[in-house]
């Protein structure tokens, strides 16, 4: 059973930078898709960022971070991170790293079986 534990949340200033960690267990990461999804209270939880866990190690991000959020893999330590840049109130939510058994990148909930439990980022003006 794929186990995913993320850590790097906090509270920090807009315009500040925070990196978050997704330590993933019980599977590989280099056959292995993993996402960031976020929630903010009273909204739907909404893609963030993607990675493919195998050689080439495709990405896709949500137009309202791209430039901003980096994802990135070390498939030898089986750990997703998050650069978070230039953050400001609107990134303000409970971010859940996820994980899904296929090559294909995708940007929807549902096609993530795996989660964490989340960590919680606030921006603060």
């Known amino acids: 059973q794929v186990q995913l534990v993320e850590s790097g949340g906090g509270l920090v200033q807009a315009g500040g930078s925070l990196r978050l960690s997704c330590v993933v267990s019980?599977?590989?990461?280099?056959?292995?898709?993993t996402g960031w999804f976020r929630q903010a209270p009273g909204k739907e939880r909404e893609f963030v960022a993607a990675?493919?866990?195998?050689?080439?190690?495709?990405?896709r991000y949500a137009d309202s971070v791209k430039g901003r959020l980096i994802i990135s893999r070390d498939n030898a330590k089986n750990t997703v991170y998050l650069q978070m840049n230039s953050l400001n109130l609107e990134d303000t939510a409970v971010y859940y790293c996820?994980?899904?058994?296929?090559?294909?990148?995708?940007?929807?909930?549902?096609?993530?079986?795996?989660w964490g439990q989340g960590t919680q980022v606030t921006v603060s003006s």
């Open positions: 019980g599977g590989t990461l280099s056959r292995l898709t």
């Open positions: 996820a994980a899904r058994s296929s090559a294909v990148v995708t940007t929807i909930t549902n096609d993530y079986s795996y």
């Open positions: 990675i493919r866990g195998w050689t080439g190690g495709i990405t």
